[in-house]
């Protein structure tokens, strides 16, 4: 009597435990230099050779490190993340629950903070060391749903064996990273995980429209707060003669007077009241008002030797550090700003805003791209910066700091011009 055909569930079971020992033989081929007879898909493949070359060992103990119940707690209470765990909560974990999976939620620096979803799959998930606290960074565990969205800055889906890690191979990942919608800054990243046979193809995309929803909540946040500082501002900007400007404590502006608009201002790494040099604006008087500065412009001359440090040596916190005669700022760049101080770093001459889009997109012909962009680095670096050609100005100093290794030269980087001189080591 012939067998019946296979049902649904036999269906899945079968392709799942296909799919699982073809990533197992396309893994181990990788580990030992071999040629995989199965293509892996490239996201997955470049997040292999980064983690090994970074290092990173298959047996790694995700216990290893894991953050103590105080210091979880510390960084619950600072992470803009606190503000959208509801979305997350609504959007993710009800659904996640019913179809056997796990949600994980982690910050700017890959360490999880919340985690919730089946109870079966998080008793399996403590087996392993899937705990609150533990480093998901790619550098770290390997290829996982946490560390490698944060990388690539994209959702990525990575199934089984994908993982590098042997002690995630009975788990399937699909993760989103979470950006600061002011500035494109990464905040986290946040994960489902269950079994290979309970994903569904959907599920990157509802991990990926539920981490825009959180997305559009803090930038619905951050408007309310602007519009109520402005409250603040209304009665005093009117009364001051000479420039000033309202900021939050981020330093986004909210109210000015007396000089042209500027949509953020850096701020000092531990701003207080009193006479400060602000980098883009000169001497200021800073006071506190309820949620942000306000800040007067006191017209005097910049100090002399200021010195520049543009520092890449980590790759996911490229940031830069103005000196001089009035103390020290520190501004974090986003990745396209990181870009454009370097090739200026590098061509201390100037170039042009034709030669920056060629070095920047391989397209001279996108200039007003560049020129936005410029726009935007000139609010934080003001005078420190001169254009036509765009350049540092003469009297700056600027010093550049580098990874170790060239390759990690803002590695995700696909400008031509931060690829070249990636390929050929050059140091500013």
């Known amino acids: 009597m012939a067998n019946p055909p296979a049902g649904p569930a036999q269906r899945t ?33 470049a997040s292999w050779e980064r983690a090994i070359r970074g290092g990173t060992h298959p047996d790694h103990d995700l216990r290893t490190g894991v953050l103590s119940r105080e210091e979880v707690e510390r960084r619950r209470g600072t992470s803009p993340l606190r503000h959208v765990l509801p979305v997350l909560r609504e959007g993710l974990v009800s659904v996640a629950d019913a179809a056997h999976h796990i949600v994980l939620v982690a910050d700017d620096e890959g360490r999880a903070l919340w985690r919730e979803g089946s ?8 087996e392993v060391g899937i705990e609150v606290g533990t480093d998901w960074r790619e550098d770290v565990v390997g290829t996982n749903g946490l560390g490698t969205p944060a990388v690539v800055r994209r959702p990525v889906q990575v199934f089984a064996t994908e993982h590098l890690s042997r002690a995630l191979a009975g788990f399937t990942c699909a993760g989103a990273p979470i ?34 929803l959180a997305e559009a909540r803090l930038r619905e946040l951050h ?14 900007l009117p009364r001051l003669g000479g420039r000033a400007l309202v900021v939050d404590r981020d330093g986004w502006t909210a109210a000015v007077t007396g000089m042209p608009y500027a949509k953020r201002i850096a701020l000092p790494k531990s701003p207080s009241g009193g006479r400060r040099w602000m980098p883009s604006l000169g001497l200021c008087l800073l006071e506190p008002l309820a949620g942000g500065w306000l800040i007067r412009v006191v017209d005097e001359p910049a100090p002399a030797a200021t010195r520049i440090v543009l520092d890449l040596a980590l790759a996911r916190r490229p940031s830069m550090t103005v000196s001089g005669g009035a103390g020290s700022w520190t501004h974090e760049l986003s990745p396209r700003h990181a870009e454009l101080l370097y090739l200026l770093a590098l061509h201390r001459a100037g170039r042009s805003a034709a030669a920056l889009a060629e070095d920047m997109f391989g397209d001279p012909g996108r200039t007003v791209t560049v020129r936005a962009e410029m726009s935007r680095v000139r609010r934080y670096l003001g005078a420190f910066l001169e254009h036509r050609p765009y350049r540092f100005s003469e009297d700056a100093e600027v010093e550049v700091l580098l990874p170790d290794d060239p390759r990690e030269l803002l590695p995700h980087s696909t400008a031509p011009g931060v690829a070249s001189a990636r390929g050929s080591v050059r140091t500013p």
């Open 119 to 126: 109870a079966a799959v998080l008793r399996k998930a403590d």
């Open 179 to 212: 950006t600061d919608p002011r500035d494109g800054r990464l905040i986290g990243v946040v994960d489902v995980s269950g079994p290979l046979e309970t994903m569904h193809p959907a599920t990157l995309a509802w991990v990926d429209s539920v981490a825009k």
């Open 13 to 45: 079971t079968v392709d799942a435990a296909r799919t699982a020992r073809m990533l197992s033989d396309a893994r181990h081929a990788m580990l030992s230099q071999q040629r995989a007879r199965t293509a892996t898909r490239p996201v997955i493949e």
């Open 223 to 236: 408007l309310t707060s602007i519009e109520r500082l402005r409250a603040v501002a209304a009665p005093i």
